[in-house]
């Protein structure tokens, strides 16, 4: 239920074979070799299926409070996935990643562990959670370079392929800044409409506070013309009181 409502294998799949195809094929094109698809890729490609599958288990079990309150038809909140359910995917996901990674070599196990660690700290919050709930900025900060590291992941994958030719590190420092860019770009926009929601949310909030006081007071005003103080204390009429006082 959990994998079709929020993470469907029929779009999620091709969805990181693009991405990772996106990658290593950039670092491909640049050295001017023939476009490869190995083995190597065909693992890498379904490491980084399930490391989204990961990421978005993770963020499920963090927001779980926030989603009872704001996304009641979510399949969690409705008790039709358990939260054990998620932990066991969650330790799926670890297993199959590693598996997928052990065989591939000392320079693509090296960057799969970068990889790996730095999506565990994610899923702590860098042990900063109340200050990173605080930040939006700094969230993005801290959570956005996972798209840089698989970057660096797919780099390791191509190495190891030998598909990467006499590219300079100048040249694939820049490939992988133009593979971050879109996706930085989006979390950014992204950010800045949330916070625009946000402020627009509290503002109405405080306009609509500000009405229901303004009608308590006239209610209470054209009471009192009706009511005496000891009526208004008899009747609880705690509005009236305080008009009076």
């Keep these: 239920i959990y994998l079709r409502e929020m993470y469907p294998p029929a779009v999620q799949l091709p969805v990181a074979a693009l991405s990772?195809?996106?990658?290593?094929?950039?670092?491909?094109?640049g050295a001017g070799g023939a476009l490869l698809v190995s083995l190597r890729s065909l693992a890498g490609t379904l490491t980084v299926f399930l490391l989204l599958l990961f990421l978005r288990v993770c963020d499920e079990l963090k927001d779980l409070d926030a989603d009872k309150a704001h996304f009641p038809d979510r399949?969690?909140?409705?008790?039709?996935?358990?939260?054990?359910?998620?932990?066991?995917?969650?330790?799926?996901?670890?297993?199959?990643?590693?598996?997928?990674?052990?065989?591939?070599?000392p320079?693509?196990?090296?960057?799969?562990?970068?990889?790996?660690?730095?999506?565990?700290?994610?899923?702590?919050?860098?042990?900063?959670?109340?200050?990173?709930?605080?930040?939006?900025?700094?969230?993005?900060?801290?959570?956005?370079?996972?798209?840089?590291?698989?970057s660096l992941y797919g780099l390791a994958v191509t190495a190891a392929d030998g598909a990467l030719g006499s590219l300079t590190p100048g040249e694939l420092a820049a490939l992988i800044v133009a593979l971050w860019s879109p996706s930085l770009a989006w979390e950014i926009a992204r950010k800045i409409r949330a916070a625009e929601?946000?402020?627009?949310?509290?503002?109405?909030?405080?306009?609509?506070?500000?009405?229901?006081e303004a009608e308590r007071r006239r209610r209470a005003a054209r009471d009192m013309a009706s009511m005496s103080l000891i009526d208004a204390c008899s009747k609880g009429r705690s509005d009236v009181v305080q008009a009076w006082l």
């Design 20 to 29: 990772f195809a996106s990658v290593t094929f950039a670092f491909q094109a």
């Design 75 to 105: 399949a969690i909140v409705r008790g039709d996935v358990l939260v054990e359910d998620l932990h066991r995917l969650h330790r799926g996901c670890l297993g199959a990643m590693v598996l997928l990674n052990l065989w591939q070599g």
């Design 107 to 150: 320079t693509v196990l090296a960057a799969f562990a970068g990889l790996l660690v730095y999506a565990l700290l994610m899923e702590r919050w860098f042990f900063r959670e109340a200050r990173m709930r605080a930040s939006l900025w700094l969230a993005v900060a801290t959570h956005n370079p996972i798209v840089p590291l698989i």
């Design 197 to 212: 929601a946000t402020a627009a949310e509290e503002k109405k909030r405080r306009e609509a506070a500000a009405a229901a």
